[in-house]
T-cell receptor
Framework: QKEVEQNSGPLSVPEGAIASLNCTYS??????FFWYRQYSGKSPELIMS????GDKEDGRFTAQLNKASQYVSLLIRDSQPSDSATYLC???????????FGKGTHLIIQP | DVKVTQSSRYLVKRTGEKVFLECVQD?????MFWYRQDPGLGLRLIYF???????EKGDIPEGYSVSREKKERFSLILESASTNQTSMYLC??????????????FGSGTRLTVV
């Protein structure tokens, strides 16, 4: 059984600071990694994806992947109140099967 | 942008009813998925389909079936609804051959209550 683990939070971060979200996964054959943001009552929205070891940056977001440690993280710089949401880590293996999701980290940005 | 449309936003059904949840995507994607999302349990894969008339069980298929008669439409069927199937149901799609970085696009979800 593939597992994806996240700290459920809530993680409280002051506005303007860096929010750091972490995720570990169990399947060493996992190939692609995704971060989704989900506002309350809404469906998940893809914000970052990564498949190579190292960092990938997109605006205020940086995804970090370490396959040896089976660890993926998301950094949000200059956090804004609108970043307050649940962040879901998702992992994909090969083939046409679906993503395996973590249970999400609830992030609160305090004005 | 890919659009995934779920026919109902909210649905209330009675125990024992047969329930159909419909999902349509407009980007000619081969892969379609049904998840349910529950507090404390996260998103769990019910069924997926990689082509017309093809289906595969996910992690929690019991009590559900699916139908994919056309490429753009993927239906989730609750054969005899029970109260433990009260949940948020999310449909997603993805194209084969897409860059492996291409994430899944979700529909807006159907919040089903079984009474």
């Amino acid at each position: 059984q593939k597992e994806v683990e996240q700290n459920s939070g809530p993680l409280s971060v002051p506005e303007g600071a860096i929010a750091s979200l972490n995720c570990t996964y169990s399947d060493r054959g996992s190939q692609s990694f995704f971060w989704y943001r989900q506002y309350s009552g809404k469906s998940p929205e893809l914000i970052m994806s990564i498949y190579s070891n190292g960092d990938k940056e997109d605006g205020r977001f940086t995804a970090q992947l370490n396959k040896a440690s089976q660890y993926v993280s998301l950094l949000i710089r200059d956090s804004q109140p609108s970043d307050s949401a649940t962040y879901l880590c998702a992992v994909k293996g090969g083939g046409a099967d679906g993503l395996t999701f973590g249970k999400g980290t609830h992030l609160i940005i305090q004005p | 942008d890919v659009k995934v449309t779920q026919s109902s936003r909210y649905l209330v059904k009675r125990t024992g009813e047969k329930v159909f949840l419909e999902c349509v995507q407009d980007m000619d994607h081969e892969n379609m998925f049904w998840y349910r999302q529950d507090p404390g349990l996260g998103l769990r894969l019910i069924y997926f389909s990689y082509d017309v008339k093809m289906k595969e069980k996910g992690d929690i298929p019991e009590g559900y079936s699916v139908s994919r008669e056309k490429k753009e439409r993927f239906s989730l069927i609750l054969e005899s609804a029970s109260t433990n199937q009260t949940s948020m149901y999310l449909c997603a799609s993805r194209g084969v051959g897409a860059d492996r970085l291409y994430g899944y696009t979700f529909g807006s979800g159907t919040r089903l209550t079984v009474v």
